[in-house]
């Protein structure tokens, strides 16, 4: 069977654990959550995304953001392009 996993408040704990374990120091400052690293420093409402932040690098490098090629394919694809 599949994971399945939604974004909920049981989430939190977890997603803290996990960057721990990836070698992260934690902070709250105010409404945010801040990772820090030698990787860098990653900054979300909540450490689920934070850790979704720290996958995105993970994943695209440190060329993370979109092209505007990639962009108008993407929102064209989901229909999202107004």
Excluded: C, H
């Excluded at 997603?15 to 409404?31: K, M």
């Amino acid at each position: 069977m599949s994971d399945e996993i939604s974004q909920a408040a049981n989430t939190l704990v977890p997603a803290i654990l996990a960057l721990e374990a990836l070698g992260f120091t934690l902070t709250v400052q105010g409404d945010l959550v801040e990772a820090r690293s030698d990787a860098g420093r990653y900054v979300a409402p909540d450490p689920v995304g934070v850790l979704g932040l720290v996958k995105l690098v993970e994943t695209r490098g440190s060329s993370w953001r979109a092209t505007d090629s990639e962009i108008d394919a993407t929102l064209e694809r989901f229909g999202l392009n107004g």
